[in-house]
């Protein structure tokens, strides 16, 4: 991931249903790409990556 750079996830579709994510190091920053004014939610880099990796075990489409 580019650090410091929003980018929406690759599982977006076209309905407007997504979040981005900006990398910063030690800790990843979530938002709402159709509302990004509303609010950051920022976790540490390790959790953030132990959440992926757990999302990625239980999803159908990976």
């Given at each position: 991931?580019?650090?410091d750079a929003w980018r929406k996830s690759?599982?977006?579709?076209?309905n407007g249903q997504c979040v981005e994510v900006r990398d910063r190091g030690?800790?990843?920053d979530v938002r709402d790409s159709k509302a990004?004014?509303?609010g950051v939610l920022s976790f540490d880099a390790a959790a953030w990556s132990a959440?992926?990796?757990n999302l990625k075990q239980r999803s159908p489409l990976s």
């Open positions: 991931m580019e650090r690759s599982r977006s579709g076209s030690v800790m990843v990004p004014a509303t959440f992926v990796d």
